[in-house]
């Protein structure tokens, strides 16, 4: 298995907190209030492994995968509850993996230049921070983010009523799309990056 030391390191600086809580989870979050944003800003101050950053023309970009997609697992099991009580849910962004942006692509919402897919085709390995896998993690981003807006304005238009589709509710309709029409996509290579952030 690869990463093995990192892993038992991941494992263990998250288990360290939760024993700080009781072994709790939601006993660690509440510290953050009911925020989103909060909770992800926590989580990455009290675990490093969560700190999924990078650097792209000489400025910090963070896009806190794991961290996020906590969050928003926390948010859907307190909703399910009835329990909700979680805001801000809208500044979390979708979590920028390797299989969204497969989707993207498929779906025509981004388009990877010729030299990229070529060296993607290649099977070439990026390094955690390459500037071709912050594009693409970026990209992907920003795609979603667009949908959001779309979505919203039809909405709009269509019902006149204001709709609170957010970010991480695309992201749970794309990932399992992306799953489930694999073989579809299977054409569309998938960016290789070894790292622990996703
Ligand atoms: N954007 C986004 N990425 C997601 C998910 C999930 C599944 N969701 C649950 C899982 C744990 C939490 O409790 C989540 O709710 C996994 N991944 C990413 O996919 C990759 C694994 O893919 P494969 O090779 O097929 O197993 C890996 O980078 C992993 O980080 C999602 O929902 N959205």
Redesign the pocket.
Known sequence: MPMLQERHQALTEGGHVLLEHGGSFQSFISQAGNDARKMVELIVEKIPSYRDEATYEGKRIAFY??AQ?LV??FWGMMEARGEGGVSNVDWLT???????PQALVYLGVLRYSDSLLQALKNGERMSSGDRREVEIRGCSIWSVELIKERLRELVRQKDGQACDVNSAII??Y??PFA?QHHKEMAHIPIHLTRCIY?
Not at 94 to 100: E, G, S
């Open positions: 995968k794991r997609i928003a697992d979708m979590f920028a993996d390797y299989r969204v992201d749970f794309l990932w799953k996703y």
